[in-house]
Structure formats: C-alpha cells, structure tokens
C-alpha cells in the first residue's frame, strides 16, 4: 500500500482510492480496483485513515493559533411540530410504510401529509400555523423515525424482506437485435436498459485531463429521465447525477474490459433508466457487462453491484442493509456502493450522512455486500454467463496489420490523397498509428481485405515472376505504363506488349485499360519491367513455359531471362572479322 501515490506509480497500481475522514471515522470513499478481496480493501481504507491522521493533526494544530472563536449555533427544534403531526397522522406514516410498492406507499404517505399540511402549516385562513420549510423538516423526521425504528426494533424493511435480502431480479439480453448488444436488468422496481456499440479508432474520445491530452476508447453514459420515477421534466445535458453514476459504473466494468491489442475496439455503452427505486447506478453496472457480453466482447469475468444502507442510533445500535430503495436511501445514514467479479471487488464508494463510520461497521458491510453481489451474479449467469464466441451481426470487423514506420508516408499519400482513396474506393476505415499498426475497419470482410491488400501492396515489394492485375496510366511511342502494385508503376516496353511485332502501343493498350503483367525485376538503372505478352489476359495464366515449349517445336531460341526478348548471343557482333570496305 502506498499513501499519496504519484501519477508515475498510478498505472502499475492496482487501487486508486481517495478517502475523506475524521480522528475517529471514514466519511467518503471513492475508488477503482483491479479484483482486489474484501480484506485487501479493508485493508487500505485502515492504512487511508492512519494516513490522514498527521494531516488533521496539523488542521488542529493550526486552527489553534488562527481559527475565528466558533459562533454558536443552534439548530431549529421541530419537537413541537413533529409532537402535532404524530397526533394528527402518525398512525397513518406507519400504515403508509407498511405497503411494499413503491407508488402506493408514496401515495399513503402524500395523503398523510396533505391532512397535516392542511391543519399545521400557515395560511391565510390560519395565520397562526407553522411555516411550511419547518413543517417539511418536521414531517421528514416523522417519517424517519418510522422506519428506522421498524428496521432497528423489529428488524423490519420497508417492502417487508430480510436485512440481508436482494430483491427479485429479471436480466435479459438481446433484447434489441439490431444493436451490437443490448440487455434489460431490472431488480425490484429498478430498471436499466444497457445497449452496447463496437467503433473504430475514429470514434475514441479526447479527454483533455490535469496531465494531458489522451484517448479514451471506453465509454459509458447513464441517463435519468424524470419519467423513471414518475415524474415530467426537461431532458437537457447531462447533470451531476448523470456524470456521477456514469463514472462509478465506468470504475466498475474498466478493469475487465480486453486490451487494446485483443480487442481493437472502441466501446460505448449507454444506460437508460426506465424504472428508479434504489441503486440505479449498480443496476447500469450489472446491465453494462450483461450487454457487453452479449456485444461479444471479452470480459475477463462478469461484473455486478449492489448498493447498501446503514441505519445508526444515537445509542450505537446499527443495521446494514443489502440492496436499497429509494427510502431507504432518502431516510437513512449511509449509501454504500460495492461493485465487482467473483473474485474480488473492481470499485467502491460510500457516502455518509452521521458523524462518521466504524471499521467495525465497515467490515460487517462489505462482507454483507460481498453475498449480496456473488447472488445477483448468480442471477445474471441464467441470461448469459460469458461473452459470445462471434462479434453481433451488425457490428463492424476490424482488423490490424503492421506496416513499416518508413511506409506510412506512401500508404498515407501526398496530404491524405493515397488513403482517402483507398477508404472511397474499397468503403473501409482506416486507422494508422504512429508505431505503423493500422486498423482497418468495415461491416464486410470484403471490403477488409480489399483494403488490406491495397495497403499491402504499397508497403510490400512486387516478386518477381508473380502476375499482378494492373491499369494503364500512360501510354508512350515505346511502351505503357502501368500502375500494377498499389501506387507502384512499371514499363511495359512495346516489345512485351504482344508476341507479334507491335508498331504503336496506342493499338494494343489505352489509357485506364485493365491489363494482366508479369513482373521481370528491375533493369540496372532500378526501373521496373513488366511483361504483357507472357500473360493469358483473359486467365491471367503465365504462358512463358507454353510459349517456349512451342517455340522448341518450331526449333526457336527460348524466350532469353523470362523477358520474351531474344536470347543474348555468344560471341559475333561487330564486324565478324570481315573488312567494310567496300572499295
């Protein structure tokens, strides 16, 4: 464990976790890991809180000789509203957290309040009633003291189930068939619709960060519409809560996401909440690797979350509860989040609303929260318990080829205009890197390997003897050129545009002309020779051995060094011995 690591370490750690408290107690936790145990965690969150000890001491220290005289403040007593709302309505508080829906316990409990209202707040015609901010403040207590009293007394929760009790879960994947992967996970009256998207290297975000610019390749979004708890409202962007629940989820699926070798790929997932009462950014965790892994992405293990609440008296008596409502969360002390793997957690936060938390407290939660996620693993197994062995039908493939650092120029072009062409012309993405890795990208394999090959041939060199089909780019009084190996042209000499004498080459090729040539080698300036007249143009057969065979037949020289030109002679040239002249 290491207090206050530097952002040199941070990428070989397995834990980044921040941590706010007290002399005596945690108050905050924040944190990402890579499947760290419950004892490893409990562990650090202890070292955490000794770390800060010396830095509160020296707040103390400080304040002492430089803080103000602290004014007093008393807090507003609401003993004698609370006593009138009891007398008026307390009975029917009680009734109404008796009911385990969520809409017909919040309708008892508006009812209540609006007798209460209606006798104790100040109006017109009661001039004398209470001011309606106290009264809410008091009418909250009430409602407080109902159900924690319920849970610590009688070990009683609000929809009736056990401390340490999940509630139903229904997961479902698939669910949208023309997406790259979707699942639906609902817990109770919490409800998540996950859909997962495969992009390119085109679609990864910059992130402008404290130490600098970089690519994010996973995303994730969590959307809280006002519908999913029963209310209307403006849909504008994205707002604390939204960013916020994003980010824990994000904390939670990163660890077991493929590296960026295995899976090319850049992941968005987008949660929508269709139903809200209670940990709706735990069900966006167990709908994120649910639809990943219907997406056919490689988790290393599934993720869940759960969320849990702590009741604490004044008297030290505690309960921990497994799987939240929305009351319960509103009413109680804690909101503590606890997401990852069978193995170990992946992230953990908790805020707090009391003077702080115990490691004995902390202790009993993560081992309850522990049982609580290995269960709702357990229910999501029975959707899908793995990733798919095939990507989904309408994800794109992506392939990755290396080529070398001195080639990217070639495959690039003259300011972009090599690979704008070959993405035109072949409807492929592609990425290059500064390392050469090349990512290309396309909903059909053809058109992968179309682009695979173009690239291929820019940065390979052309083998002698081999056929390429090529096109005529110019045409010359003693040959065509012909571009045949990606931006690679050659020569084709009029003497190997056909087997009979050629007189002009405009007659046996013209511009923008598909043509087959066999590659020769290169002739002692470098330049590239190519060869027509030895190639079925129909086939793309090599007719050289043909060629020569009937050539043997007619008792003719062979064609000379796979150029069908005439075999060099031995010896003879110049004057053959002979005197010239002729006088």
Not at 390 to 414: M, S
Request: with cysteine.
């Amino acid at each position: 464990l290491v207090l206050n690591p530097t952002l040199d370490q941070m990428p070989d750690s397995a834990l980044d976790l921040v941590v706010a408290g007290t002399q005596d107690a945690l108050m905050m936790v924040e944190s990402e890991a890579k499947e760290l145990s419950e004892e490893t965690f409990l562990d650090a969150l202890m070292f955490a809180h000794r770390g800060m000890q010396p830095v509160i001491d020296a707040i103390i220290e400080l304040a002492e000789h430089a803080a103000k005289e602290p004014f007093d403040f008393q807090a507003e007593d609401h003993s004698d509203v609370v006593a009138s709302i009891k007398k008026l309505v307390g009975e029917d508080i009680k009734a109404a957290y008796t009911h385990p829906g969520k809409h017909a316990r919040h309708e008892a409990v508006g009812a209540a309040k609006k007798a209460a209202s209606a006798a104790l707040v100040k109006t017109d015609e009661n001039p004398d009633g209470v001011e309606s901010a106290k009264f809410g403040a008091a009418f909250k207590e009430c409602e407080a003291e109902v159900l924690r009293r319920d849970i610590i007394e009688n070990g009683h929760r609000v929809d009736g189930r056990a401390l340490d009790k999940v509630r139903s879960i229904v997961s479902e994947v698939g669910i949208l068939p023309r997406t790259h992967g979707s699942a639906l996970f609902t817990r109770g009256e919490t409800q998540a619709i996950v859909v997962a998207t495969l992009g390119t290297g085109e679609d990864e975000q910059y992130v402008d960060a404290l130490s600098g610019t970089y690519k994010e390749k996973f995303l994730l979004h969590y959307n809280f519409p006002p519908y999913s708890v029963g209310e209307t409202g403006r849909m504008g962007g994205a707002g604390r809560r939204e960013i916020g629940h994003g980010k824990l989820a994000w904390r939670a699926i990163r660890p077991m996401l493929p590296s960026a070798e295995d899976f090319p790929y850049t992941i968005r997932l987008v949660s929508e909440i269709t139903e809200s009462n209670g940990s709706s950014s735990m069900a966006t965790v167990c709908g994120s690797s649910l639809a990943l892994m219907d997406a056919g992405v490689p988790l290393a293990k599934p993720v869940s979350g759960i969320a849990m609440g702590l009741i604490l008296e004044p008297s030290g008596e505690f309960a921990i509860l497994s799987d939240i409502l929305g009351d319960e969360d509103h009413l109680g002390d804690m909101d503590f989040k606890v997401a990852g793997t069978r193995d170990g957690i992946t992230s953990l936060q908790m805020d707090i609303k009391v003077a702080g938390i115990t490691e004995e407290i902390m202790k009993k939660a993560i081992a309850q929260a522990s049982a609580g996620r290995l269960h709702i693993l357990d229910e999501m197994d029975k959707a899908i318990d793995g990733a798919r062995t095939e990507l989904g039908e309408f994800a794109p493939k992506i392939e990755t080829i290396k080529v070398p650092v001195d080639k990217i120029r070639e495959v690039i072009g003259t300011g972009g205009k090599v690979i704008r062409e070959i993405v035109e012309k072949t409807g492929a993405k592609i990425n290059i890197e500064d390392d050469g890795t090349v990512k290309i990208a396309a909903s059909e394999q053809e058109k992968i390997d179309a682009a695979k090959a173009w690239i291929s041939s820019i940065v390979s060199e052309p083998e002698i003897g081999t056929i390429y089909t090529g096109k005529v780019v110019k045409v010359v009084d003693f040959g065509a050129f012909v571009n045949f190996f990606g931006a690679k042209d050659g020569l084709v000499h009029v003497s190997q545009l056909a087997l009979e004498r050629v007189a002009n080459p405009a007659d046996v090729v013209s511009e923008g002309q598909e043509v087959k040539v066999k590659f020769l080698g290169l002739d002692d300036r470098g330049k590239t020779k190519l060869s027509m007249k030895v190639v079925d143009q129909a086939t793309g057969e090599d007719l050289t051995d043909k060629i020569n065979a009937e050539r043997a037949e007619r008792g003719e020289a062979p064609l000379a060094d796979d150029t069908g030109g005439r075999p060099k002679r031995e010896g003879g040239g110049g004057d053959r011995g002979r005197s010239r002249r002729r006088d």
